[in-house]
């Protein structure tokens, strides 16, 4: 039986074997497994940027773009000494080792085990919990053009400005866009969810022709602001991941002007570096200046209310804005926020549904 062609990178005083380099991994384009390697490497700061620190699960693609991939969530037992681990504890006790990336060697292993794409948890490795990025994802339905997606974004960078964040622009690599928000580590994930949901429902209000938050396929109209890629469980695509297309597209981070005006066609594997090469990452400056979620939290608080008194239009009509009052407290991992609201204007008649539900 021949033996699996290998060839060994040099990379950061380390040895690095890539097993089968001549593989093509997008036929249409001509992409070698080598060539993927190569490629991460030629950007390694910027996407290291994105994943350093960071648990990720492996989409491993053995058989090339391709092909179905599978997903793997627990690390190899046997990995060598420049691959590093993170630990998720969960409440039944049982835990999983991730692999996090946090130097130029591990890229190449990555490829070397079949990943094209990288997708990294919200969280670093020193606060599993508590993620430090709120991700944006801007989904759109079938048959919208990039053009309305931009539009969208500019919604949205709007509302994160009212609220004290700042977005940072990519294209997904595949149809869509992504925002990301740096945010100071301190919200469990249901709050991260929580907070972007707000974030999400405030856009459609602002924009409600072209954006929606509703969650059902068949309620959705333009372009889907997907808060659930705050869950806990779920990963996306960094920043300089190249994605499983035909024409080796790549996940571009980008400043706003360039962002707005791009074609998300024009970044591949074979583009990118040459553009990296001569204008640097666009998100170099992500990590300095993280935000917070109060104001975020509080319109959540808000919408809440609002939905309330919805559901009591005969109540509502009575209160004053001051009789709604959003008290807010925190507990030893997660926020409580508790909604008063003075019924001293609302008729007997109308109090008595309430106070017995």
Not at 42 to 61: E, N, S, T
């Amino acid at each position: 039986m021949a033996k699996t062609p290998i060839e060994v990178f040099h990379v950061g005083g380390f040895d690095v074997p890539l097993s089968n380099p001549e593989k093509v991994y997008f036929t249409e384009a001509g992409v070698t497994k080598r060539d993927l390697a190569q490629y991460y490497l030629a950007i390694a700061p910027g996407v290291l940027r994105a994943l350093a620190r960071r648990p990720m699960i492996l989409k491993r693609y053995v058989g090339g773009a391709a092909a179905e991939p599978f997903y793997q969530k627990r690390a190899p037992d046997k990995r060598p000494p420049y691959v590093d681990i993170a630990t998720f504890t969960f409440p039944s006790g049982r835990h999983a080792d991730e692999i996090v990336v946090n130097n130029p060697a591990a890229l190449v292993y990555l490829v070397s085990l079949g990943c094209i794409e990288l997708h990294p948890h919200a969280v670093r490795a020193e606060a599993m919990e508590n993620p430090d990025e709120l991700r944006i994802d801007l989904d759109p339905v079938p048959g919208v053009a990039w053009s309305q997606i931009v539009d969208v974004a500019k919604v949205a960078r709007e509302v994160l400005a009212d609220h004290g964040l700042v977005g940072w622009p990519k294209t997904s690599g595949s149809r869509g866009a992504h925002l990301w928000v740096r945010i100071e580590p301190r919200w469990p994930f249901a709050e991260v969810r929580r907070a972007a949901l707000a974030f999400a429902r405030e856009v459609e209000r602002r924009a409600p022709a072209i954006a929606t938050s509703k969650w059902w396929k068949e309620e959705r109209h333009g372009v889907f602001l997907d808060y659930n890629q705050n869950a806990r469980d779920r990963t996306t695509c960094c920043a300089y991941s190249v994605r499983a297309t035909r024409d080796a597209r790549v996940s571009m981070p980008l400043s706003w002007d360039d962002f707005i005006a791009c074609d998300p066609a024009a970044f591949t594997l074979r583009t990118v570096p040459a553009l990296f090469a001569v204008h640097g990452d666009a998100h170099a400056a992500i990590d300095d200046h993280p935000g917070r979620l109060d104001s975020l939290l509080a319109l959540a608080d808000a919408q809440a209310a609002a939905g309330e008194k919805d559901a009591h239009a005969d109540v509502a009509a009575h209160l004053a804005p001051e009789d709604i009052l959003v008290d807010t407290g925190r507990g030893r991992s997660h926020a409580v926020y508790r909604v008063r609201i003075n019924l001293k204007n609302v008729p007997e008649d109308l109090r008595a549904p309430l106070l017995s539900s």
